[in-house]
C-alpha cells in the first residue's frame, strides 16, 4: 500500500507485514516518525518508502508502545530522536527519550503532543496528537483489522477508563488511526471502547459470583469476542483481582 495524506503533511502507510500502521508528520524542520516496524529490513524499506513524499531529515521517532513490531526498526533511524514513554523505555530496552504524562515536540511550524493516560494495552501506550490536523495515533488502544489484543503485559480492567479518557481529548471530526487496520472515527474508538469495557465488566461479574479461575477460562457468555482470544484478559484480571470469594450460601430457616 501506498502513503495515505490524512491530513495537511501528515500521512499514515498501512504495510501488510503485521497489518501495522506507520504514521508520518512533516514540519519545517525535519519529518517525524510513529513506529518503525517489526525489524530492520522492514525499517530500511520504510526509510525509502518516506523518501517518496519528503527529503526533509526523519529527526524524531516515536514509539506507541513496547511490542516488537512497533519499535524493532527504531536502530535504522541513527539521526532521529527516540521518544516513548517511560515505561516502554524499560519494557522494550528502548535508547530513548522517556516521558512520564506528556511532551511537545517541535517540528518548526508545527508541534506533535504525547500523551499518557494509564494502563490498557500496555503500561506505557503513548498517544500521539498532531492538533493542527485533529490527528490522533493510537497504536494498538484501538485495532480495526481485528480485536484488541489482550497480552501477558495487558490491563484489561483499566483499558477501558484509559481509553475513555483518550477519547474525551479528541475534538469534533478527529482522525484516528489505530495500530492495526483501516483509519477510523472517534465513534469507531468509542464502539470499542465499550466492548473492553464489556470484557471487563464480563470479567468482574464472574469474580464476583465466585466463579473460578479456572471456570472463567472457559465461560463462553458475555463476550463481545470470541473468549478463547480472551485468556490473558481473564488470567490478568484474576491476577489484580485476586481469588474469588466463594459464594455465600444463605441459611434456612426454621420452617
Known sequence: MSWTEI??????RRYDEWDLNVGLVVGSDGALVIDTRATTEEAEELLGHIREVTELPVRWVVNTHSHFDHVNGNGV?????????????????????SFSVAKVI?????????????NAH??????VVVP???????????????PPQYGDDSFPLEWPDTLERIIGTMPAGAIVVPGHGAVVDATFATAQRDEIGQVANTISDLHHAGTSLEDALK???GWPWDGADLQDAIKRAYGVLGPPRRPTIPLLGPG
Open 77 to 97: 533511524f541513527t539521526e532521529a530522536t527516540a521518544y516513548a514513554h517511560e515505561n516502554t523505555v524499560a519494557a522494550a530496552g528502548l535508547t530513548a527519550v
Open 132 to 146: 493542527d490536523v485533529n490527528v490522533f495515533f493510537l497504536g494498538d488502544l484501538v485495532e480495526e483489522s481485528q
Open 122 to 127: 500496555t503500561a506505557g501506550d503513548a498517544v
Open 219 to 221: 465461560h463462553t457468555e
Open 7 to 12: 491530513g495537511d503533511r501528515c500521512w499514515v
Open 106 to 118: 517541535d517540528l518548526g511550524d508545527r508541534r506533535v503532543e504525547l500523551l499518557y493516560l494509564g
